[in-house]
């Protein structure tokens, strides 16, 4: 099981580091896994009681889960769909992948319905849609389950799981899990179990909180070979300084690649603001800067090469001066396909 508290992210091939304000998605599929893909939401009423550990509505926390998810999905012709169990309904049906169609299908659900009477017949769910749906959906597909794991009604989860993999065998399970109890996190895990190198499990609360998670849950879901843009490092106007929000995001960075066999390239970029000369030693300095920060970190400096653009590969328009703002960054290059665990169950980083 690939645990988003313990993250192998087999499939990236570039992290780059750019702006908040991008019109693009972070996540940049090269090829894609699933041909089809449906959300499967828990709408019972264990959903709309308080997180145990986080003092919010689960449900609540689910949906802004899912509005992360959807912002990164990338729009390469998947048909995907959104239901729900406990009560069994169709919120949007199997239809080409659309963001916004997608975003309104999660906004239509209500997360202050009565919790009196609303048991959770997970297995009940997963059976009834794998009859109405998932068997004939075409393969390889995913169905990422949001759900806190409690199942106290109809058959065994575990076995209408199973139920579903043999009617589509391309099919496979990942979670988003609000689980707050032990039975809850067994259940979700032992779903994932059933395709252990493929199935995926994440907290929602780390959705929430660390975009890195976000990006990499829908890079390992959707795609085959992509890259990743994490946002919010770039550089002042003539500077090659670390700021405070970029530095936040190296050293999220820097966690996961410690311990990994890794080897990065840093690539340094400015905007159309002076001479090519200047800008090409500015780019370099930029580079050389991040490189900097990660050995600081204890990144070795052997496993990272540098490299400065200029001004010659701009993603914006440098006729604007947000465009010109948005074009001072640096990226990141995991120049060749590498396993790289993004470990966020260690002491350092315990994201729970």
Partial sequence: MKRFTLISLVSIMLLAFAATAMADPPVVCQSTKVQSFDFLLDYSGSMMM????????????????????????????????????????????????????????????NQTYEVFARLTPMGNGIAHWTKALYASLPSPTAVIIVSDGENNRGVDPLSAAQAAIAANPGLVFHVISLADSPAGEATLQAIVNLRPKEGVYVRAENIIDHDIVADGFVTEVFCATGRIVLRSVQFALGSAEITRESAAILNELANILKGSAAHVEVNGHTCSIGSDESN??????????????????????????????????????????????????????FNRRQNIDFNYNRADIDFK
């Fill in 280 to 333: 090409q030693r500015l780019s370099e300095r930029r580079a050389a800067s991040v490189k900097h920060y990660l050995t600081t970190k204890g990144i070795p400096a052997a496993s990272i090469a540098t490299r400065g653009f200029g001004e010659m590969q701009p993603k914006f328009d440098n006729s604007t001066d947000e465009g010109r703002r948005l074009n001072r960054r640096a990226e990141i290059d």
């Fill in 50 to 109: 308080f997180h145990k550990h986080k003092a919010e509505n689960k449900f609540k926390l689910a949906k802004e889960a899912l509005r992360r998810v959807n912002d990164r999905i990338p729009e390469l012709g998947y048909t995907g769909s959104i239901h729900t169990f406990a009560t069994n309904r169709e919120v949007v049906k199997q239809q080409t992948y659309n963001r916004a169609v997608f975003q309104k299908g999660f906004n239509s659900l």
